[in-house]
């Protein structure tokens, strides 16, 4: 894999507070190489570190954007919805906002029946055949399609496991974390100091509270990944 130039800098880290961790008295100890000081009761973690991976981070998925691979973005902590939404449909990638249902990679056949559900409702309701149903029944099919949208909207078009997911905080999404160690699925994840560096592939050390530091992280992959896919368009 061939190492690019990311125009990561230190001082647009510190801006958005990428390098702010959790209270001393909150963290896992793996997390010792990538912190670099305390302050005021808080880690400061190591931005070096922070550049380096996410600049490793940015290789690998600018190389799989360029063999057409697909990814899915996973943040359904508040502060990370609208920016893993914003991020995926930037970058064409299929994304989970809300909360994780259990079994989504794992029991992949039991999700695409629900994704294929989803479907056949998303074109009732475009066909108005939900008008032609009682309205006790069109009101239940209505609120199952609410319900669907909301969880699996941002997979609708998945039509197979993803080739990368980015998981934007370790600890709120361990259970998709843990389904893609058992399927063998390359993660790249965004881990604050109360982390475990060693289950990610890549696991890049930053801030996973301050928006500006999660908007900031994917906004890098998602310039790689776009990136990426330009260069597959340019050398077909």
């Known amino acids: 894999m061939i190492r690019r130039y990311w125009n990561i800098n230190l001082e647009e880290m ?14 896992n100890p793996r997390m010792g190489p990538y912190i670099s000081a305390k302050r005021k009761g808080i880690h400061i973690t190591n931005l070096t570190k922070t550049a380096r991976f996410l600049s490793e981070a940015c290789d690998l998925v600018f190389d799989a954007a360029r063999r057409r691979k697909q990814f899915l973005i996973v943040g359904t902590k508040k502060k990370a919805a609208d920016s893993v939404t914003r991020a995926a449909i ?15 990679l794992t029991n992949w056949s039991t999700t695409e029946t629900r994704l294929q559900k989803f479907r056949d409702l998303r074109m009732e309701k475009k ?6 149903l009682t309205k006790g029944d069109a009101a239940r099919l209505k609120r199952q399609l609410s319900h669907l949208q909301t969880y699996l909207g941002g997979i609708k078009y998945m039509t197979g496991l993803p080739d990368i997911v980015i998981i934007v905080n370790q600890q709120e999404e361990y259970t998709a974390l843990r389904e893609c160690i058992t399927l063998g699925i390359p993660t790249i994840c965004l ?25 900031l992280i994917l906004n890098k992959l998602v310039f790689a990944i776009c990136e990426g896919r330009s260069s597959y368009i340019r050398n077909p």
Do not use: M, Q
């Not at 510190?14 to 963290?27: I, N, Q, S």
């Not at 066909?127 to 032609?132: A, I, K, P, Q």
């Open 191 to 215: 881990i604050d100091t109360n982390s475990d560096p060693d289950l990610a592939d890549i696991s890049i050390p930053a801030n996973d509270d301050a928006i500006a530091s999660i908007r």
């Open 127 to 132: 066909t108005g055949r939900l008008n032609f």
């Open 14 to 27: 510190l801006e958005a507070g990428v390098h702010f961790g959790h209270g001393t008295r909150k963290w």
């Open 90 to 104: 930037r970058a064409r990638c299929h994304y989970v906002n809300k909360k994780w249902l259990g079994g989504i």
